[in-house]
Structures are given as C-alpha cells and as structure tokens.
Nanobody, 118 residues
Framework: QVQLVESGGGLGQPGGSLRRSCTASWRIFSIVKMGWYRQAPGKQRELVAFITSGGSTSYADSVKGRFTISRDNAENTIHLQMNSLKPEDTAVYYC????????????WGQGTQVTVSS
C-alpha cells in the first residue's frame, strides 16, 4: 500500500512563510503527478497546486505568485513553499499522488491543519 507522509510547519503568521513536504513510499514504479489540496471549514476541498512527472506545474489562482511546488524525484518527495501567507490560507492540507505501482491509483496523505493567524 502506497503511503504519503506529510511533514512541515502548520502554524504561520500573515505575511510569513511555511513549507510542507510529502514523501511517497512503497513499491512505486512511477509517479504521474503529485500535489496538494486543501479544505477549509464549511468549504469543498480544492486543488492548491500539482506537479507532473515532467515537471509541469499548476496552481490555484488564489495562491499563484505566493506558493511554489517543487519535486525531488530521487526521494519521491514534493515540497510546497508557502510565502506571503494570508488568513484565508487556513485549512487542512492534503497531499495527493497519482502513482503507478502494480496499477495506477490515487493516494492521499493524512492531512494536516495549517493555520495562519497573528
């Protein structure tokens, strides 16, 4: 069973920065894409950013210019650098991966609360 293990900071101040990481493990043949979703209280889960195996990236309009997603292929790890934080970035953040093992599947991390508050 593929596991996505999340790590990194969870509490930040407005205007500050946080960095989140996610590492995929188990019998991974290839990673098609990995990314981050978030869900704020009373709202639907939304895509924050993703990065493909070829290195292409995509961001939600709300985080463009502030968040950067990157990938360490050797470590099956992605990073989300979150700068210029806003209170509206407060949410539970979930790592997601579309990963090929013996079959192609979508996997989720455990989710981590990120709070932006002064």
């Amino acid at each position: 069973q593929v596991q996505l293990v999340e790590s990194g900071g969870g509490l930040g101040q407005p205007g500050g920065s946080l960095r989140r990481s996610c590492t995929a493990s188990w019998r991974i043949f290839s990673i098609v894409k990995m990314g981050w979703y978030r869900q704020a209280p009373g709202k639907q889960r939304e895509l924050v950013a993703f990065i493909t195996s070829g290195g292409s990236t995509s961001y939600a309009d709300s985080v463009k210019g502030r968040f950067t997603i990157s990938r360490d292929n050797a470590e099956n790890t992605i990073h989300l650098q979150m700068n210029s934080l806003k209170p509206e970035d407060t949410a539970v953040y979930y790592c997601n991966g579309r990963i090929l093992t013996i079959s192609l599947g979508d996997y989720w991390g455990q989710g981590t609360q990120v709070t932006v508050s002064s």
